[in-house]
């Protein structure tokens, strides 16, 4: 087999065989294929696309390039979830200490943040001390223990997909459906997961910009689940305008523990209970998602939500009385609040525009390796479809000086469209 004849292939628009992927995948992941064979095929796939079928073929592929994680002697069953990224996203650090506490073990992989959208490993290290670093060992023994765990990816899992990921940032071919499913699928079955929730957000705030891109990512990697003997729901949820009212890292730590407290955004709170619902449904603790619903708000109502974002923290490390006194996390030192210049309905409260605004201010990363400012953000007050009057707050900036203040005020401001007529409410799930 040579790398010339399967881009060929792909370019003239031939489905390839399992065994032509295959070696395609181990051959750049070894480095016998160089980076300008593989750009060349990966603009094959952008341009002509994949079937289900090569789609599986790829992510199974990339799985295997490295070490799999088997939870099998761990839990009864691994159920992971995966948001596709976007700005105000802190769902994992509500969702999984509830689950958990509904008796659902859920240990989980997660990433730092990318472009405007945020990161869960960036927030959690807002709290000194806190770990995203846990070998293997030290992830099952506290999966088995605690029945939660929140830590970065390890290097050993899907390799191929980070050489891979590299070379599409760089070559124009990061948004092709089947290159993304099967870069998402390949590091959740790596993990070992056996059923996944998918959040798929669609919108200016996501990488899918629309309803029906996202479907098509959401239906690509349900297909690959299907196919690889996983099950997946997917779910495909706004990203037009920020998800609760906090953006940036510490921010949106404290935005989650009131969640915990049953006391977040409303938005937000809703978000999550879908979300572990569908979570408990997934991994047999609810019969319905009615109960899965039910049993997630109790587990806030009685605190035991909290007390297990607790132990997770504590757990990996981290000082929990900044948890337990919010007033502890990292702060910045100007806080401005902004406010309406105008009366009227909002229509547009555009999530890019603050999420880019945010990595302006520090809290997201220029270039790799960059550090993230935990303290500095936004707490945007409302929601499209909202009235508002004149002169009332809008958003509230935190920023380390104020020449930062100056640098976001008016584009912040410009996130926010008005109109003179009612406007409906954007949906959460599509
Ligand atoms: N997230 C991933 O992990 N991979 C992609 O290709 C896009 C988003």
Request: hydrophobic residues 45%; negative net charge; proline residues 3%.
């Amino acid at each position: 087999m040579r790398a010339v004849d399967i881009i060929i292939k792909k370019r003239d628009k031939q489905e390839l065989t399992d065994a032509e992927i295959d070696f395609f995948v181990q051959g750049f992941t070894s480095g016998a294929i160089s980076d300008y064979q593989v750009s060349a095929w990966a603009m094959a796939v952008f341009l002509n696309g994949m079937t289900a079928h090569e789609t599986t073929a790829l992510t199974l592929s990339m799985a295997h390039s490295g070490a799999m994680l088997d939870l099998s002697d761990t839990v009864d069953i691994a159920v992971d979830k995966h948001s596709s990224g976007g700005v105000g996203d802190k769902t994992t650090l509500s969702v999984l200490p509830i689950v958990a506490a509904c008796g659902l073990p859920c240990g989980k992989m997660s990433g730092r943040g990318l472009g405007f959208s945020g990161g869960t490993l960036d927030k959690l290290e807002s709290i000194p001390g806190y770990r995203v670093d846990l070998s293997t060992d030290e992830f099952k023994s506290q999966l088995r223990e605690i029945g939660i765990v929140l830590t970065g990816q390890s290097l050993d899992l899907a390799p191929a997909d980070g050489k891979l990921y590299a070379l599409r940032d760089v070559t124009g071919t990061v948004d092709a459906t089947p290159l993304i499913a099967s870069s998402i699928m390949s590091k959740k079955l790596a993990a070992g997961a056996q059923a996944i929730v998918l959040d798929v957000k669609a919108g200016n705030g996501a990488f899918m910009p629309t309803v029906e891109a996202a479907r098509q990512l959401a239906n690509a990697m349900t297909d690959i689940g299907r196919l690889a003997g996983r099950q997946v729901t997917a779910l495909i949820a706004d990203m037009n305008q920020p998800l609760g009212d906090a953006v940036g890292n510490a921010l949106e730590v404290v935005e989650a523990v009131k969640a915990l407290h049953g006391s977040g955004p409303e938005d937000f709170m809703e978000h999550c209970l879908h979300l572990s619902a569908h979570m408990l449904l997934l991994g047999k603790r609810a019969p319905s998602l009615e109960q899965g619903r039910v049993m997630a708000q109790k587990a806030i109502d009685d605190g035991s939500a909290f007390e297990k974002f607790c132990q997770l923290v504590a757990a990996q490390g981290g000082d929990v009385s900044f948890v337990e006194n919010l007033e502890k996390l990292p702060a910045a030192e100007i806080v401005e609040v902004l406010v309406s210049p105008r009366a009227g309905y909002l229509s547009t409260v555009h999530a890019r525009t603050i999420g880019e605004a945010a990595v302006t201010l520090g809290a997201g990363r220029a270039k790799k390796g960059d550090q993230v400012d935990h303290a500095v953000g936004f707490i945007i007050h409302k929601k499209v479809g909202q009235a508002v009057s004149a002169g009332e707050p809008l958003f509230t900036i935190h920023a380390r000086n104020h020449a930062q203040v100056e640098q976001v005020r008016e584009i912040v401001l410009n996130a926010f469209a008005f109109s003179d007529t009612p406007v409906a409410p954007l949906p959460l799930f599509y």
